[in-house]
């Protein structure tokens, strides 16, 4: 691994935003947050892959990835995160490097020359590298490459240093915020800036949930500056440090970049998320009050507390249909991130049951609120081993799983319904009107008669009273409060 | 000129080159066309409830109904005996009409003949047309038996078929012992389902009557007039062999409207054994697949001491566990593994797919079982069926349909309509859409008319080829209706999201 690789990685573990971090000792802090992998377990996704999702929503470039074919040719196009303009960014661009360049050396070459080609055909504003575990290995250095074509060329050329061996997806979205912090953020000046301009980090606008948060940021006259990545335009991203507030909505993938562009330009960040009633509702009074305090007119605050009555009023009204239907019906949650407590108080709101739910990637903050929401930590839970969750859902220690697609075999195989709330879901669930979404989905697939035809036994067979699973010492799903 | 030997247009860039249009436009000034906007005026309110109630109304005009006649049915039947040559006594046009119906679904040669009756026939009566008719028939094509039907021109001068087959065969038309069996088979009753139950029936009376039946434990299986026959009737095939039931299908057509192109024509190919049929009265019971194509049948069947039962078309998880329970209880032969593993596949893929098919609506048409198959299968997906629709459906046939709807949540609101054609249908499209429509290649005029995308998986399919050769019954074909109603639901929203810079950031890889 190259030495400045290495020395950014390791000052990555230091992050002072992270209260975890803080708290470790000199040397468990060298290690690292993210948990060693596991040769053998199943794992997720590499650094690579985690530096491509942060930065690709961003449309209008070109995300050239430097390796072979696979690395992009899998990936190519799989996550829903939606633009409102240049297509640009869902090409798949890469030098797919062959055995002969690896032997030869020739990479370097190749990459320049797919940039030519790249400047030649597309005419991008920015074109965005990724180096990957071979180009890496076999030493290509990008950064130059990348410093050379940007004086050739004339325009900005991104070395994205995130080879899969590094580390998990994790470390790759925070190896795509340092990108975007040297190369990209504050490299140009807005044409015009206003006193209520936020950005928006952690947001990837998938399945267009950024255009359901939009319209409420616009009724209150708060601008947009950027969202990073979601629907973003490279001069977006590069004018990013001119915004008065920062809204930090996947806490753990860009965290560095909140708190480094607090160091840099003085830009206060929060947490706060659009998922669920009472947190979009949050999440717009927190806006408006940084914004305040940030210089902007006070009566924003006013503003924003009207909207937020008429949203909810309108939101619950739409919901109201729904509440008998889904009342007591038991919920397994089972994601990461803001979602674990994001939706836990909309859901509890229509009367549902939250049994569990999951932490995996969640911050001590997320944690935290999880604690609060449901009253203890009893059910929180780091990952369930997928055969714990095959007995607990087949016993029926719970109505339905709220998960990404992976997990969503188990709940088929046991025989319970399941609602992707994960990257490959086909609607968009954040604000007011996402909730409302979310819970229709949420009855619809309850409802669903296929789970009757899973549950039931052909007419000729006889229920033997086996049940065909091995249930022996996996903990119940309690239902909570 | 918009023609050039270099670049020969066929129709349908030729008429939109400017000569053409130019002159069509003087044309329509010429015959004094209404103006565009009132024609679409017009157009528009045909889509209306006002016009629907009117359309509804209808007493005596059928127009576009989703039913064929009889002798369409009896030929069908007939094909899928062994070297069995159907024989239409009537006119001659109506025997070209099966013909061509047939090929053009099947993509195969369709053999039939008639016998060509004329004015001097009508006037006279058709004995010398059958006589002359069976002899020709007999020598030119060595069939091993003759089945005959008739059409509309013979039943209303009441030609006599018995009579006139006896004659036939005294004249030495056909040996004496050669098998001519018969129904009366008017286009003016009932539908091709009715003319498949009187010719099947015709063909076991011959071969049955005056027997006595000896059980032996092996059972009949009746497919119906099925436009799927190739695929299903395999499948079906395998299903019996895999759980090892002692079986005669009465009437096969899947070797008929599926020959090899290996250089040999084959007039006749397969079918169901005259020998096996002769036997087939000494099954235990006979199960027919289409409770409308058999009434008749089966009750002659019962006659000999069978059991008997029938299903509706058996699609879908429901419809195959129908299926397999029934040729359980009728043979005592349990369900083997091997097809409970399918039964879980077929669940697990509705289950893969679920959201995309929840609360869909369809309208469905077709002939009466396999719209009762197809709704419930698409009730068992989550889905609505708005709008069923047969032309040759019943108020028996309506009742049955209320009791599925009325066995689902996802049947509120869903209504059979029976009688009813396809102009009925275009109505209920207009007025109250739905998001499929389920039929044959006829709906495509009403997804044209009404933007309501066409699935087609009835008889008969004439703009598509080749679906006939895969089975929709059993848990594999379910997989197969399945997909091609998510192919569909695809297909139209990648076509909603394709337009470049507009909608196609929906335009996803994943789906």
């Known amino acids: 691994m190259a030495e400045s690789l290495n020395a950014k990685i390791t000052a990555l573990f230091d992050e002072p935003g992270c209260n975890t971090n803080v708290a470790k000792g000199e040397k468990a802090r060298k290690k690292g ?56 960014y869902r090409i798949g661009a890469t030098t797919d490097i062959t055995e002969t360049d690896i032997i030869m050396g020739n990479g370097e070459k190749r990459l320049y020359r797919a940039m030519r080609e790249v400047v030649e055909r597309y005419a991008p504003p920015a074109i965005f590298v990724y180096s990957t575990c071979v180009t890496a290995l076999i030493g290509d250095d990008i950064n130059a490459v990348c410093r050379h074509a940007t004086e050739k060329f004339g325009i900005p050329c991104i070395p994205v240093n995130a080879p899969g061996f590094v580390g998990s997806k994790n470390l790759g979205n925070k190896l795509a915020g340092e990108a975007l912090l040297d190369h990209v953020i504050g490299t140009m000046e807005p044409e015009v800036t206003t006193p209520t301009d936020i950005n928006i980090l952690g947001d ?3 399945s267009g949930e950024l255009w359901q948060v939009k319209p409420l940021l616009e009724q209150l006259g708060i601008r947009l500056n950027a969202c990073i990545t979601g629907d973003a335009r490279y001069r977006e991203v590069a004018t990013a440090h001119r915004a008065r507030v920062n809204m930090m909505v996947c806490s753990t993938a860009l965290i560095n970049v909140a708190r480094k562009m607090e160091e840099r330009w003085g830009i206060p960040y929060f947490e706060g998320s659009f998922y669920g009633i009472s947190d979009t509702s949050e999440a717009l009074r927190t806006l408006a009050r940084l914004l305040v305090a940030q210089g902007a007119d006070a009566g924003l605050i006013v503003r924003a507390e009207n909207l937020i009555e008429a949203e909810e009023k309108r939101a619950w009204s739409r919901l109201d249909a729904y509440r008998s239907r889904l009342a007591g019906k038991r919920v397994l949650l089972y994601t990461g991130g803001v979602k674990s407590w994001s939706i836990v108080s909309a859901l509890q709101e ?83 009107d996402g909730m409302v979404t979310l819970v229709r989905q949420l009855d619809a697939s309850l409802s669903n008669p296929v789970w009757k035809d899973v549950r039931r036994l052909a007419p000729w067979e006889q229920e033997d009273g086996e049940t065909g699973f091995d249930d022996e010492g996996v903990p119940a799903l309690v239902p909570i409060g | 000129m918009p023609q050039s030997v270099d670049k020969i247009l066929d129709h349908a860039p030729l008429f939109r080159e400017p000569e053409y249009k130019e002159m ?8 004094n066309m209404p103006p565009v906007e009132q024609v679409t005026q017009i157009a528009d309110w045909t889509k209306s409830w006002d016009y629907r109630e009117k359309n509804f109304a209808r007493e005596s005009l059928s127009v576009n109904p989703a039913k ?9 039947v007939a094909s899928g005996f062994e070297r069995t040559m159907s024989f239409v006594h009537g006119s001659q046009g109506c025997v070209a009409y099966y013909r061509s119906h047939l090929s053009r679904h099947f993509k195969e040669p369709s053999s039939a003949v008639s016998s060509s009756m004329t004015e001097d026939a009508a006037v006279f009566g ?99 007039f099925d436009g799927f026959a190739v695929g299903n009737n395999r499948e079906l095939k395998r299903v019996l062999d895999l759980m090892g039931v002692d079986y005669t299908i009465l009437s096969d057509v899947s070797d008929q409207f599926d020959t090899p192109s290996d250089g040999e024509f084959r007039m006749y190919d397969g079918g169901t054994p005259i020998e096996a049929t002769k036997n087939a009265v000494n099954a235990s019971a006979t199960l027919s697949l289409q409770e409308y194509c058999t009434p008749k049948t089966l009750d002659y069947a019962a006659s000999f001491g069978q059991k008997t039962k029938s299903l509706h ?85 309506e009742a049955q349909m209320q009791e599925l709807f009325d066995s689902s949540p996802f049947g509120a609101g869903c209504k059979a309509w029976g009688g009813r054609d396809l102009w009925h249908m275009r109505s209920l499209l207009a007025t109250e859409e739905v998001d499929l429509l389920i039929g044959n290649s006829y709906g495509k005029y009403l997804e044209r008319d009404t933007k309501t995308p066409l699935i087609r998986l009835m008889f008969p399919i004439f703009d598509r080829h080749h679906h006939h050769r895969f089975p929709v019954w059993g848990y594999q074909g379910g997989l197969r209706v399945l997909v091609t109603i998510l192919d569909k639901i695809f297909d139209c929203l990648d076509q909603d999201t394709i337009e470049p810079g507009v909608t196609d950031y929906s335009f996803d890889l994943t789906r």
């Open chain 2, 313 to 397: 078309y058996p699609i879908g998880v429901g419809g195959t566990d129908d299926l397999l329970g029934s040729i359980s209880e009728l043979t005592g032969k349990p369900v083997p593994e091997a097809l409970e593993l399918e039964r879980g596949r077929l669940v697990d893929a509705m289950a893969d797919s679920q959201a995309w098919l929840h609360g869909k609506t369809y309208a469905i048409y077709g002939d009466p079982d396999f719209v009762y198959g197809m709704a419930r299968f698409v009730l068992e997906t989550g889905g609505e069926p708005k709008h069923c629709l047969a032309t040759n459906g019943s108020k028996a046939w």
């Open chain 2, 68 to 76: 064929a006649c009889q002798p369409l049915g009896a030929v069908f």
């Open chain 1, 204 to 206: 990837y606008n998938l």
């Open chain 1, 33 to 88: 947050c993210s948990k060693p992998l596991q040769p053998g377990a199943a794992a997720g996704g590499c650094a690579f892959d985690g530096a491509k999702i942060a930065l690709q929503p961003i449309t209008d470039v070109v995300h050239l990835v430097h390796g072979p074919l696979a690395c992009e040719g899998n990936g190519w196009d799989n996550r829903h995160a939606a633009s409102s303009g240049p297509t640009l």
């Open chain 2, 24 to 31: 069509l436009a003087r044309k329509a000034e010429f015959e």
């Open chain 2, 126 to 224: 058709g004995l010398n047309n059958m006589v002359d008719g069976l002899a020709n028939t007999y020598k030119l094509y060595s069939p091993k038996m003759i089945a005959v039907s008739t059409t509309c021109m013979a039943e209303v001068i009441g030609d006599d078929l018995n009579a006139f087959i006896a004659t036939a065969k005294e004249k030495e038309s056909v040996p004496a012992d050669f098998d001519v069996p018969f129904a009366h088979t008017p286009a003016f009753v009932g539908s091709h389902v009715t003319g498949y139950d009187n010719m099947l029936k015709g063909i076991l009376e011959h071969f049955w009557k005056g027997k006595t039946a000896t059980p032996n434990g092996s059972l009949n299986i009746i497919p119906g």
């Open chain 1, 350 to 432: 229509m009367g549902m049951v939250i049994v569990s739910t999951s932490v995996r990637k969640s911050t001590d903050n997320d944690k935290q609120k999880i604690k609060d929401l449901m009253g203890g930590d009893a059910h929180m839970v780091n990952s369930i081993p997928p055969r714990e969750m095959y007995a607990q859902l087949r016993r029926g220690d719970a109505d339905i799983l709220l998960s990404g697609g992976r997990t969503q075999f188990v709940a088929l195989k046991a025989r319970t319904p399941w609602l992707d709330i994960n990257q490959e879901r086909h609607h968009a669930f954040a604000g007011y």
